[in-house]
């Protein structure tokens, strides 16, 4: 069965404190793999695709890795307004749906 | 500006009421689609349309209807029929379904009582 896990649910970081929010994946076929922000109240903001093992993106304070089995976004020296909901979604090659993770909810503390 | 726009952004409803949420998008983008997010669960597909005039159900649809007469626009009735309607309603749209990253509006929050 397809599924995506997240982790840590919740991380709370002082300012400047770099760390990375991990997303396994298990589906057939990968076609695609998506990270997201989400602020509350609000709906998810696109931030990175991902297509094959060995790919990176970033942006920002933010680099996105992928491997065969997971996908790491990486914080670099975050500030507060990095805190969010960051969501992971994949896309395999016998679902055209999208599965979500069920998020991470960070936390920076000035 | 490109971008989707949901209104309203809350709703209350009594109890047995029809209820429709309206979705307009001017990205230009074939692919629209319906989630419903509850606290502690992730986003749950509802319905989707690749194409006007066409659309599929997600995984859970019962309790929905939608429409798609238009490019921009793909609104969402919840029904009397959907026992739990109480939830944040997020549309998206992509340029297609597959490999292709979704765009959020910013929600609606309906409210049943």
């Known amino acids: 069965e397809d599924q995506v896990t997240q982790s840590p649910e919740a991380l709370r970081l002082q300012e400047g404190e770099s760390s990375s929010l991990n997303c396994s994946y298990t589906v057939s076929g990968l076609r695609g793999l998506f990270w997201y922000r989400q602020d509350p109240g609000k709906g998810p903001e696109f931030l990175f695709t991902?297509?094959?093992?060995?790919e990176e993106k970033e942006k920002e304070r933010l680099k996105a890795t992928l491997t065969k089995k997971e996908s790491f976004l990486h914080i670099t020296a975050p500030k507060p307004e990095d805190s969010a909901t960051y969501l992971c979604?994949?896309?395999?090659?016998?679902?055209?749906?999208?599965?979500w993770g069920l998020g991470t909810s960070l936390a920076v503390n000035p | 500006d490109g971008g989707i726009t949901q209104s309203p952004k809350y709703l209350f409803r009594k109890e047995g009421q029809n209820v429709t949420l309206s979705c307009e998008q001017n990205?230009?983008?074939?692919?629209m689609y319906w989630y419903r997010q509850d606290p502690g669960q992730g986003l749950r597909l509802i319905y989707y349309s690749q194409i006007v005039n066409d659309f599929q159900k997600g995984d859970i649809a019962e309790g929905y209807s939608v429409s798609r007469e238009k490019k921009e626009s793909f609104p969402l009735t919840v029904t009397s029929a959907q026992k739990n309607p109480t939830a944040f309603y997020l549309c998206a749209s992509s340029y297609r379904v597959e490999n292709s990253p979704l765009h959020f509006g910013n929600g609606t929050r309906l409210t049943v009582t």
């Open positions: 979604a994949v896309q395999g090659g016998n679902n055209r749906k999208l599965i």
């Open positions: 991902l297509y094959s093992a060995g």
């Open positions: 990205l230009n983008h074939d692919a």
